[in-house]
């Protein structure tokens, strides 16, 4: 081999060398949507403690709030401003794909406007209320509904049209209740519909089984039924499924990140290959677990083309429901 191969050589293999090195997190970090407490902060949770236990994190990851819109806000400012951030991850969930195929987050921003990179799990839609409320069970709480829903006041994270808002349309729908006819309020955020349904300002939350982990035990909020095709484990298997109590309402929430539309190559595949490690990891399936998810396991371009299917498909749900032309 002359000189000049050698160094040709010896150049290619540096090149391949520093290529697969060639992208680590400095700052990684995490941005919830919201306020602390509620989803997009557990989803957060998942991905910080959830890579720390697995030993997937060089250094600890940041999580921090940016709230407005309900997820709107972040979209923007990560279009805006941070376009090509390798190191931040932000959460979201069915919620913000709903919102995004109504044009909530901006016209001239859609599904294809960042990098979906990774899925934290599924959780499923619930309907919540104080532990001290007359209801113990979806019929005797849709029994009070019917009779005049004008005296009820339904709050959660989102406006009309928002997941959460979907759920109690389905509900109210499957139960023969007009859902124009619901008092719906809107909060920025799981932990201040929770703080509101503690407070009495509202009386029924129709919200995510996550959110509730470790909830019930303080005895402060009880759950009349889970929006889940069957019977969930663990700490919730005791709580009968909408559909058995006789109510075809089902709700699933896929709970994941994205990242900037300019993020490098090497980042993108470096955070996807740390999502295909997570989901081998007894460690990090523990926190999914303990949050209250279901394992949910694709990464990547499968993950990237399944939510922008997804967003399709409920831009076709919403004209149907005469929320978007």
Same mark, same amino acid.
């Given at each position: 081999?002359?000189?000049?191969?050698?160094?040709?050589?010896?150049?290619?293999?540096?090149?391949?060398?520093?290529?697969?090195?060639?992208?680590?997190?400095?700052?990684?970090?995490?941005? !919830? +949507?919201?306020?602390? =407490?509620?989803?997009?902060?557990?989803?957060?949770?998942?991905?910080?403690?959830?890579?720390?236990? !697995? =030993?997937?994190?060089?250094? +600890?990851?940041?999580? $921090?709030?940016?709230?407005?819109?309900?997820?709107?806000?972040?979209?923007?400012?990560?279009?805006?401003?941070?376009?090509?951030?390798?190191?931040?991850?932000?959460?979201?969930?069915?919620?913000?794909?709903?919102?995004? !195929?109504?044009?909530?987050?901006?016209?001239? *921003?859609?599904?294809?406007?960042?990098? %979906?990179?990774?899925?934290?799990?599924?959780?499923?839609?619930?309907?919540?209320?104080?532990?001290?409320?007359?209801?113990?069970? *979806?019929?005797?709480?849709?029994?009070?509904?019917?009779?005049?829903? $004008?005296?009820?006041?339904?709050? !959660?994270?989102?406006?009309?049209?928002?997941?959460?808002?979907?759920?109690?349309?389905?509900?109210?729908?499957?139960?023969?209740?007009?859902?124009?006819?619901?008092?719906?309020?809107?909060?920025?955020?799981?932990?201040?519909?929770?703080?509101?349904?503690? =407070?009495?300002?509202?009386?029924?939350?129709?919200?995510?089984? =996550?959110?509730?982990?470790?909830?019930?035990?303080?005895?402060? *909020?009880?759950?009349?039924?889970?929006?889940?095709?069957?019977?969930?484990?663990?700490?919730?298997?005791?709580? +009968?499924?909408?559909?058995?109590?006789?109510?075809?309402?089902?709700?699933?929430?896929?709970?994941?990140?994205?990242?900037? +539309?300019?993020?490098?190559?090497?980042?993108?595949?470096? %955070?996807?290959?740390?999502?295909?490690?997570?989901?081998?990891?007894?460690?990090?399936?523990?926190?999914?677990?303990?949050?209250?998810?279901?394992?949910?396991?694709?990464?990547?371009?499968?993950?990237?083309?399944?939510?922008?299917?997804?967003?399709?498909?409920?831009?076709?749900?919403?004209?149907?429901?005469?929320?978007?032309?």
């Amino acid at each position: 081999m002359t000189f000049k191969s050698r160094a040709l050589a010896l150049a290619l293999g540096l090149c391949s060398s520093l290529s697969a090195l060639a992208y680590e997190p400095s700052k990684p970090g995490c941005i !919830a +949507p919201a306020k602390p =407490g509620g989803g997009f902060d557990l989803t957060c949770r998942i991905v910080s403690n959830g890579f720390a236990d !697995a =030993g997937l994190l060089p250094t +600890p990851m940041a999580v $921090t709030f940016m709230p407005g819109g309900v997820g709107a806000v972040a979209y923007n400012h990560i279009n805006a401003n941070r376009r090509g951030d390798n190191d931040t991850l932000v959460a979201f969930s069915s919620g913000s794909l709903l919102n995004i !195929a109504q044009g909530k987050f901006g016209q001239a *921003l859609d599904e294809n406007s960042v990098r %979906w990179v990774g899925a934290a799990g599924v959780d499923y839609g619930a309907i919540i209320v104080k532990a001290d409320a007359p209801w113990n069970n *979806l019929a005797d709480l849709v029994k009070a509904v019917q009779a005049d829903p $004008t005296k009820f006041v339904l709050g !959660a994270g989102g406006g009309v049209g928002s997941q959460d808002w979907m759920k109690a349309a389905i509900l109210m729908k499957s139960s023969g209740v007009d859902p124009k006819k619901m008092r719906y309020v809107a909060y920025e955020g799981g932990g201040e519909a929770i703080a509101a349904l503690l =407070g009495g300002h509202i009386q029924i939350y129709p919200g995510d089984v =996550g959110e509730m982990v470790g909830q019930l035990e303080a005895g402060k *909020l009880k759950m009349l039924g889970v929006m889940a095709p069957e019977r969930l484990d663990g700490e919730f298997s005791a709580i +009968p499924t909408a559909k058995e109590q006789g109510f075809d309402a089902e709700w699933a929430i896929l709970r994941g990140f994205y990242m900037g +539309p300019e993020v490098s190559d090497e980042a993108y595949q470096y %955070w996807a290959g740390q999502f295909a490690k997570a989901y081998q990891s007894d460690q990090f399936l523990q926190v999914v677990a303990d949050k209250g998810l279901l394992p949910f396991k694709m990464q990547g371009e499968e993950f990237d083309a399944l939510v922008k299917q997804r967003v399709g498909y409920m831009r076709e749900l919403a004209r149907e429901a005469g929320l978007i032309k």
